[in-house]
């Protein structure tokens, strides 16, 4: 492979925003739409599928098992198409893994039997995790650096907005009266597939990452998407584009092997990966815990009706949506060491507090609602800058695999252990067990936000390849 020198990142970098970079986020950030759908819709028909009337009568720690079933398909799904996305491109992986969650999620539908159920979980969740590496990816290499940080919070945020759809949508859907107990929930699933096709068919209009391209030998290829979208630019805002602020030389190569991205992982940037790591476990824990099992906790402690604890999860939603949108500029002006740490340590002396509250019996369902919507308006920022701070702080080479890799260490230990183990707390009935699963999610989340304060990268405002230099660069970068 020949060695060159481009100036396509600056280019990118100095675009001003353009209806171009809507489309990306219509085809692309609408992902997250389609996990919040998922995993509320788990969440709200919980109680409903552990009566004999759904068809399928799971017990309160099956419950737990489907939600820890999703989880792992979705860290092992990031693990495998994250390396293929770096390996084959942004593109072609980001449309797999869309078909295989829209195959997964109907098939869903057509549940019977607990283990029939588990595995289609699985694999619903193996496609949602491999769409986390090929969708942060390709945001971030084409997404303006002087924004990045807002968009990326959005986006992530963005999750919250499928979260309140399906929660509105189940309402009806749960009402025995409107639909019949075994087929209401099953409508809930077809909602998912009907989304992902409209999100195909945009997605299709998305381009290759030309970062990636000009690293994997195709920059005639990268230089024709950079000049068309250029060219869009221009026409949108009829002013001529600043300069470009500099060049990069590469030595341009087909992969990266394993060890190299190993290497890269441990031996090159040994304090990101603890930050990586610290930031995925903490609100993996935090977040799988919590609304895998809210409305268990909700009928089992407050005797809230199935049909009605969706009620309670739109004001949730709202909060959590409201934290990435409202706090997003900060990250880009203020910086991402002071906002993320702030974000994670305030949620969880936040949490604490609820534990508190909870335990001294003084909360009702709508007043511990109040409290969750809080501790989330903080804690849904510092989740989605996990997202953010793993997709910048590796190089372009490993960035897929990174984020796959953090995602599913992260959520392998938080996401899996948080369901079965609140499975089993609420399933005990004591509001102490319950307080105690509250203070472990809170205590990491306080943890991972020091980590961060001690650690982290600054990487408000700065281009991609200035935080961490691609493997392939003329010139590597030392850490």
Request: aromatic letters at 12%; glycine letters at 12%; one cysteine or more.
């Amino acid at each position: 492979m020949a060695q060159i020198s481009t100036d396509i990142p600056a280019r990118l970098d100095r675009l001003p925003w353009a209806r171009w970079h809507w489309l990306i986020l219509a085809g692309l950030g609408t992902v997250w739409i389609l996990d919040g759908l998922e995993v509320t819709i788990v969440g709200v028909i919980s109680p409903r599928l552990t009566e004999k009337s759904s068809g399928l009568g799971l017990t309160t720690s099956q419950i737990g098992l489907a939600g820890g079933a999703y989880v792992a398909g979705a860290c092992l799904g990031a693990l495998f198409f994250g390396h293929l996305t770096d390996r084959f491109g942004r593109k072609k992986l980001f449309l797999v893994t869309l078909a295989l969650y829209l195959t997964a999620t109907v098939a869903t539908a057509f549940s019977t039997e607990a283990w029939y159920f588990f595995l289609c979980r699985f694999f619903t969740g193996a496609g949602i995790g491999g769409e986390y590496a090929a969708i942060n990816s390709a945001i971030d290499e084409l997404i303006p650096a002087r924004v990045r940080g807002t968009v990326d919070l959005v986006v992530n945020g963005s999750f919250w907005l499928g979260t309140a759809f399906g929660a509105v949508v189940a309402i009806p859907m749960l009402n025995p009266d409107v639909v019949s107990a075994d087929v209401g929930w099953r409508l809930l699933f077809g909602l998912g597939a009907i989304l992902g096709v409209g999100i195909l068919l945009i997605r299709r209009l998305v381009p290759e990452s030309p970062r990636w391209l000009f690293i994997h030998g195709r920059e005639r290829e990268a230089e024709e998407i950079v000049r068309g979208i250029e060219t869009e630019v221009r026409k949108e805002s009829g002013e001529e584009l600043d300069p470009p602020g500099g060049e990069i030389t590469i030595n341009q190569r087909r992969h990266t092997p394993l060890t190299e991205v190993a290497a890269t992982l441990l031996r090159r940037y040994p304090k990101r990966t603890v930050v990586g790591l610290s930031l995925f476990i903490g609100q993996a824990f935090l977040y799988n815990s919590i609304f895998f099992t809210y409305a268990l906790v909700l009928s089992t402690f407050f005797k809230v009706p199935d049909d009605s604890t969706p009620w309670y999860l739109i004001p949730i939603a709202v909060g959590n949506f409201l934290g990435p949108v409202l706090l997003g500029r900060f990250f880009d002006s203020v910086g991402r060491r002071a906002l993320i740490s702030g974000c994670y340590v305030l949620s969880g002396l936040l949490l604490i507090g609820t534990a508190m509250l909870f335990n001294s019996g003084v909360l009702s369902a709508a007043t511990l609602t109040a409290c969750w919507m809080v501790v989330f308006f903080f804690a849904s920022a510092g989740a989605s800058s996990a997202y953010l701070t793993v997709s910048e702080i590796f190089p372009m080479e490993t960035r897929a695999l990174a984020i796959a890799l953090f995602y599913a260490v992260g959520t392998g230990l938080g996401g899996i252990i948080g369901p079965v183990l609140f499975g089993r707390l609420v399933e005990s009935e004591s509001v102490g067990n319950i307080v105690l699963g509250y203070i472990i999610g809170a205590g990491l989340m306080i943890a991972a936000g020091a980590v961060e304060w001690f650690l982290g990268v600054e990487a408000a405002r700065r281009s991609l390849e200035d935080i961490a230099q691609p493997l392939s660069a003329h010139e590597p970068q030392i850490a």
